[in-house]
């Protein structure tokens, strides 16, 4: 359970079922055993459109169109000027305030540049839950840190789902979840999970080393 503006990380190997927990929240197909609710009620009550407009979803094979970065990230919802300027801010995705058209598939931007426009998109509607799957992936970890940062502070009665392979993606989440072979081996925050998840703490030891001489309070 996760109480409104907590953020939760989902990290495990490949195939472990992380993306498929997101496609139950998403309502991408139905679950027949156990339930899932927000606030008290269960969302199999909700109408579909009605629980996904709450949600800000940015997936790891989303859409950028052949548009302009305000296309892309308004997608048809008629944000403000305000709100489509502070979603790039939240983003880190001030670089697309230039007015500039996007080829199919966003091939004249960067990786990094096209995550943060589409997190900037799952934003801009100002959602009640913001799931992040793998969506920072091609970011440095200067960049993702003032993200992470950005996020906190201004989404702060947002809740957040972040899934991600790399432990410093997660490791700053209220609480984390370790999946293996569909199911949920250890919970927890970063620093019980480095106590009692053998997978999380050889993970963290191999990634973590690599990142030697980058410190976070910088």
């Known amino acids: 359970s996760l109480n409104k503006g907590e ?4 990290i495990g190997p490949t195939g472990a079922g992380k993306t498929t927990l997101i496609n139950l929240l998403m309502r991408f197909y139905e679950f027949e055993q156990g339930h899932i609710f927000i606030y008290g009620q269960n969302i199999q009550d909700l109408a579909i459109d009605q629980w996904r407009s709450r949600v800000g979803l940015v997936l790891q094979a989303d ?32 670089f697309a305030l230039e007015e500039k058209d996007l080829s199919a ?47 906190a502070s201004n989404l702060k009665e947002t809740t957040k789902i972040t899934i991600s392979s790399r432990v410093a993606s997660i490791m700053h989440c209220d609480k984390i979840i370790v999946l293996e072979d569909g199911a949920i081996s250890a919970c927890g925050n970063h620093q019980e999970l480095m106590q009692k998840s053998s997978y999380y703490r050889i993970l963290a030891a191999i990634q973590l080393d690599a990142m030697v001489g980058v410190d976070d309070d910088e």
């Open 63 to 94: 859409v950028i169109f052949s548009s302009s970065f305000r296309y892309n990230v308004d997608f048809g919802r008629s944000i403000s000027d305000e709100d489509f300027t502070s979603a790039l801010k939240i983003a880190s995705a001030e």
């Open 7 to 10: 953020s939760l990380g989902i």
């Open 105 to 151: 598939k966003g091939k004249n931007i960067s990786g990094g540049q096209k995550q943060r426009i589409m997190i900037a998109r799952a934003i801009a509607s100002k959602p009640d839950l913001l799931i992040l799957d793998d969506s920072s992936s091609a970011l440095d970890y200067v960049t993702e840190k003032a993200l992470r940062d950005h996020l």
